[in-house]
T-cell receptor, first 116, second 111 residues
Framework: GAVVSQHPSWVICKSGTSVKIECRSL??????MFWYRQFPKQSLMLMAT?????????EQGVEKDKFLINHASLTLSTLTVTSAHPEDSSFYIC????????????FGPGTRLTVL | GESVGLHLPTLSVQEGDNSIINCAYS??????FIWYKQESGKGPQFIID?????DKRQGQRVTVLLNKTVKHLSLQIAATQPGDSAVYFC??????????FGSGTRLLVRP
């Protein structure tokens, strides 16, 4: 149980385009989803927290107009990187927790974004 | 250890030996800590957790030690195997259930 998937697993796009990444909880209802970014050989940095049906809460320094997060259902959250640039190239990872276990975050496999 | 630029500290151990990975956390008010294993190109995988009312917790081949006085966590892996090679992160959970990750340690297991 407690499986989280991400799609796509990797994506290459041209500078200036937008890319959408999906995060799904497959066998539980994710009341809260988290989006992280990880640059090579670095740690995971939290970008934003989203609760189903509410606007996402962004961490300091993360542009909310550039990284659009939607959490419209209890099993799906999306992260859209708008007008992507090469410096946005990174590994994006989501995690999800349920109402029953706030302190357990189940992580997705990550999405590798490369912006040319 | 601390992250220096783009270089993860690396621990190299012989297969079969025990490994000890250390981590310093930042918030003395944190009351829940987790160790994760991350293989290349994958998401973090839960290994073991510990609450602040404990100082030791054991799992299968792994033990986590918590020293709240000096805000230090360690992960001990017994009889390290090649499949244990990965990057290990400690994380602390803050009062709003957000995880703050440490800088990570790469474990290399020599055959």
């Amino acid at each position: 149980g407690a499986v989280v998937s991400q799609h796509p697993s990797w994506v290459i796009c041209k500078s200036g385009t937008s890319v959408k990444i999906e995060c799904r909880s497959l066998d539980f209802q994710a009341t809260t989803m988290f989006w992280y970014r990880q640059f090579p050989k670095q740690s995971l940095m939290l970008m934003a927290t989203s609760n189903e049906g509410s606007k996402a809460t962004y961490e300091q320094g993360v542009e909310k107009d550039k990284f659009l997060i939607n959490h419209a259902s209890l099993t799906l959250s999306t992260l859209t990187v708008t007008s992507a640039h090469p410096e946005d190239s990174s590994f994006y990872i989501c995690s999800a927790s349920s109402e029953d276990s706030y302190n357990e975050q189940f992580f997705g496999p990550g999405t590798r974004l490369t912006v040319l | 250890g601390e992250s220096v630029g783009l270089h993860l500290p690396t621990l190299s151990v012989q297969e079969g030996d025990n490994s000890i990975i250390n981590c310093a956390y930042s918030n003395s008010a944190s009351d829940y800590f987790i160790w994760y294993k991350q293989e290349s190109g994958k998401g973090p995988q839960f290994i073991i957790d510990i609450r602040s009312n404990m100082d030791k917790r054991q799992g299968q081949r792994v033990t986590v030690l918590l020293n709240k006085t000096v805000k230090h966590l360690s992960l001990q892996i017994a009889a390290t195997q090649p499949g244990d090679s990965a990057v290990y992160f400690c994380a602390e959970m803050d009062s709003s259930y957000k995880l703050i990750f440490g800088s990570g340690t790469r474990l290399l297991v020599r055959p």
